[in-house]
């Protein structure tokens, strides 16, 4: 699989305090971010990505979290006054104790309350290490290589890496002429794998380009650039936008600005 683009979730900086994030050893497999709960700001939105989240708790006797893909915009209330480890999963990458394709856990919020059920991902000396880069290295170290690794088919594998590449901007009836299988079995391959369709993660990889590029330069007129990145209209990528993230992309401009 080539390397995939980066899936952001800039929703979550502005639902915690003490927000950090780094790319890991590994980047082309994982993401990881550090961040505090507070009373107020406890409640993590995750727009679609196709990635697993699993959010570690550095606070003892707090809860753990694992986050399947979802299609939608996806809501996760967290304890208050909590500090937590983020890893963020290329999308169909999944480490855990017992062997699992990412969708099994796929649209799913799975909430490990006792310590003893997560013992085996969660070291109790991991918070020892003051920074996000030396916690990210005992991790990818550490804990990933005694969980087992969930493996796609080499053709599903391909056709992920063939999506990145063309920016999600590759129809489902292209992929069964290059790669022999018919539109309808490669669907069943991703859905059997992934939990969510070859067309779903063309429409990630798509938004997730336009909002790298907004991120970049958030006062820009997008107009050109949301038309080369396969979507027909304004409206389309508006409802789309709104779909993923639950606001507008003049609101979340806003946001952005008022936090920086």
């Known amino acids: 699989m080539s390397n995939p683009v980066p899936m952001l979730q800039p929703l979550i900086p502005l639902d915690v305090i003490q927000w950090q994030f780094c790319a890991g050893p590994a980047p082309e497999n994982f993401c990881f971010h550090e961040f505090t709960t507070t009373a107020d700001k406890h409640t993590l939105r995750f727009i679609p990505s196709g990635s697993i989240e699993l959010l570690l708790p550095l606070t003892p006797n707090k809860a753990l979290f694992l986050i399947g893909a979802s299609k939608t915009l996806h809501t996760v209330s967290l304890p208050p006054d909590s500090h937590y480890l983020g890893i963020r999963f290329a999308p169909g990458v999944f480490y855990w104790p017992h062997y699992h394709l990412p969708a099994a856990v796929a649209e799913k919020n799975i909430t490990y309350s006792n310590p003893e059920d997560y013992s085996p991902i969660m070291p109790q000396n991991l918070t020892r290490f003051e920074s996000l880069e030396k916690k990210a290295s005992y991790v990818y170290d550490n804990i990933l290589p005694c969980l087992r690794k969930a493996y796609l088919l080499p053709v599903v594998s391909n056709m992920v890496g063939r999506i990145e590449e063309a920016g999600g901007n590759v129809r489902v009836e292209d992929l069964a002429a ?23 993660y063309c429409k990630y990889v798509r938004f997730q380009s336009v909002l790298a590029e907004i991120e970049r330069m958030p006062g820009r007129n997008n107009s050109a650039f949301i038309h080369k ?3 027909s209209d304004q409206a389309h990528f508006q409802r789309e936008f709104k779909t993923f993230t639950g606001i507008t992309p003049k609101q979340y401009i806003r946001l952005r600005a008022c936090t920086e």
Not at 178 to 184: F, I, N
Request: glycine share 12%.
């Open 178 to 200: 290059e790669y022999s299988y018919s539109t309808r079995h490669i669907n069943r391959m991703f859905m059997d794998a992934l939990g969510y369709g070859p067309k779903d």
């Open 229 to 231: 990145a396969g979507y």
